[in-house]
């Protein structure tokens, strides 16, 4: 299996722009988790899906971040408009279940100018 | 709120010694489950271990080992036999159900060195 694979690996934009980042998860895994990494804040889940259904958005910033799960094998996180705060490596996860391992993926760094 | 403590932010040991990373975490649910996942400069987070609240025993796995004292809500982690490779960030993390929501929290890390 090749893990859960995330696009891009880096990504450098400029404020106002949109960003689109993007998970394949492992198949058959029920769970997708995204999360964001900083050195101020840790590791923070911002939504999770189950079943491609969102379950808790509420670790969401604000209006200007969506994410969808349309189908088993695809997830986006989008930014818009993005802001130097978003900088960040944003990392993409699934598991089994709710108790089992997370399989992360190898994150995306995304750095707002 | 539920939340997870990670007292030391860096730590350092010597190789082929034994260090531990303390956890501690806060909960009023009688069921869950811990886990400690390891992030080298590599950036990929891998799970190191898992823990179930239910069994007392504690999770061992080769030279990693977890110290669960579920009523001082204390989850360590013991690596033993320390190798260079063993340097990174370690993530504590804590999950349970609350509320309907399948949150899996982490601690802020422990940056653990490994010097020759």
């Known amino acids: 299996d090749a893990g859960v694979i995330q696009s891009p690996r880096h990504e450098v934009t400029e404020m106002g722009q949109e960003v689109t980042l993007r998970c394949k998860p492992i198949?058959?895994?029920?769970?997708l988790f995204w999360y964001r990494q900083t050195m101020m804040r840790g590791l923070e889940l911002l939504i999770y899906?189950?079943?491609?259904?969102?379950?808790?958005d509420s670790g969401m910033p604000e209006d200007r971040f969506s994410a969808k799960m349309p189908n088993a094998s695809f997830s986006t996180l989008k930014i818009q408009p993005s802001e130097p705060r978003d900088s960040a490596v944003y990392f993409c996860?699934?598991?089994?279940?709710?108790?089992?391992?997370?399989?992360f993926g190898e994150g995306s760094r995304l750095t707002v100018l | 709120a539920q939340t997870v403590t990670q007292s030391q932010p860096e730590m350092s040991v010597q190789e082929a010694e034994t260090v531990t990373l303390s956890c501690t975490y806060d909960?009023?649910?009688?069921?869950?489950?811990l886990f400690w996942y390891k992030q080298p400069p590599s950036r990929q987070m891998i799970l190191v271990i898992r823990?179930?609240?239910?069994?007392?025993q504690n999770a061992t796995e080769n030279r990693f080992s977890v110290n669960f004292q579920k009523a001082a809500k204390s989850f360590s982690l013991k690596i033993s036999d320390s190798q260079l490779g063993d340097t990174a960030m370690y993530f504590c993390?804590?999950?349970?159900?609350?509320?309907?929501?399948?949150?899996?929290?982490f601690g802020k890390g422990t940056k653990l060195t490994v010097n020759p």
């Open positions: 996860a699934s598991s089994f279940t709710w108790h089992t391992e997370l399989f």
């Open positions: 198949s058959g895994h029920d769970y």
């Open positions: 899906f189950n079943n491609n259904v969102p379950i808790d």
């Open positions: 909960t009023s649910e009688n069921n869950y489950y």
């Open positions: 823990q179930e609240a239910y069994k007392q």
């Open positions: 993390a804590f999950i349970n159900t609350q509320g309907g929501s399948e949150k899996l929290v």
